[in-house]
């Protein structure tokens, strides 16, 4: 089962729903860099 099917989640979720907003981006990179995934992630973690 996947985490997003999880009783315990679905539950948080729906008491929360209305709290917040889900915002979802996906880029590829040629290798797994921690640095340059912050980097590509910022500007859509900091833009509302």
Not at 24 to 36: K, M
Request: aromatic content about 10%.
């Amino acid at each position: 089962m996947q985490f997003v099917a999880w009783p315990d989640h679905v539950a948080i979720m729906k008491e929360y729903r209305q709290r917040g907003r889900l915002r979802s981006t996906t880029w590829t990179a040629e290798q797994a860099d921690p640095s340059a995934v912050w980097q590509a992630a910022l500007p859509h973690l900091a833009s509302r």
